[in-house]
């Protein structure tokens, strides 16, 4: 089972953090159109496909598909209910409580989803693919950081590092897209001011993402764990 679970971390890795943004970074350099269609569809098929292998290739519990599904229905939910307030949002801390209890991988599937179903409400658009990988790796690295860790309950350290992800990871995810579609000669000055222009925004969202992790994860993840260890949910066979 750990074998297993350790091998699939390491093909997410790969496909995640290595081909994929090799395949954009190549379509970038090599399309005269200079579109950014081609990257977002390499970003999603590239960053999908570890996470459709680990569902794949397991025995998949309704139990499961209906947790991944109330997850989901609740980040959509928590994103509509705050959408009067800009960048206030509690998606990002209940992925994070998502893949502290269930693992990185159930961590990218329930944030990448929620953004693209949620996504339906607000509007899609070419930041969808970018706001999907964003709060998936958010989902990811935390799984990797706490999941079945005897510190994943810890409310100062796991709210720090959830807030720090969502601030770094989704943040810097989703302003490389606003940066393809206004910027049109890629010098670092024209790069570094819209990254410069995000980060109000950026700290805004990780400041409040910790804030409420540091009261919901404890009692969140307390009781996954248990529905976890004792229905044997997301367990690699």
Same mark, same amino acid.
């Given at each position: ?41 390499? *970003?999603? /098929?590239? =960053? ?5 292998? +680990?569902?794949?290739?397991?025995? @998949?519990?309704? !139990?499961?598909? $209906? ?88 409310? *100062?350290? /796991?709210? =720090? ?5 969502? +601030?770094?990871?989704?943040?810097? @995810?989703?302003? !490389?897209?606003? $940066? ?58």
């Amino acid at each position: 089972m750990q074998k297993k679970s350790a091998k699939l971390t390491v093909v997410s890795i790969l496909f995640i953090l290595i081909l994929a943004p090799t395949a954009v970074v190549l379509s970038l350099k090599f399309s005269e159109s200079q579109s950014y269609y081609i990257p977002a569809v390499l *970003i999603i /098929v590239f =960053s999908m496909i570890p996470f459709f292998v +680990f569902f794949e290739n397991r025995k @998949i519990k309704t !139990s499961e598909i $209906v947790l991944t599904a109330m997850m989901v229905v609740l980040c959509v939910a928590s994103r509509a209910v705050m959408a009067f307030i800009p960048q206030v949002k509690p998606t990002c801390a209940l992925v994070v409580v998502t893949a502290v209890a269930f693992g990185p991988n159930v961590g990218f599937v329930v944030g990448s989803l929620s953004m693209f179903v949620s996504n339906f409400l607000f509007g899609q658009g070419m930041f969808t693919p970018f706001q999907m990988l964003g709060m998936g790796l958010v989902g990811f690295f935390s799984g990797l950081i706490f999941w079945r860790k005897s510190y994943n309950t810890n409310r *100062i350290l /796991v709210s =720090s590092v959830g807030g720090i992800l969502c +601030f770094i990871v989704y943040g810097f @995810i989703v302003d !490389s897209c606003s $940066v393809l579609m206004m910027v049109t000669q890629y010098t670092p000055k024209a790069i570094l001011s819209v990254y410069t222009s995000g980060l109000p925004f950026n700290i805004i969202h990780g400041i409040t993402t910790g804030l409420l992790l540091f009261f919901i994860n404890k009692p969140m993840t307390d009781k996954f764990t248990r529905l976890r260890i004792k229905y044997g949910i997301f367990e690699l066979e």
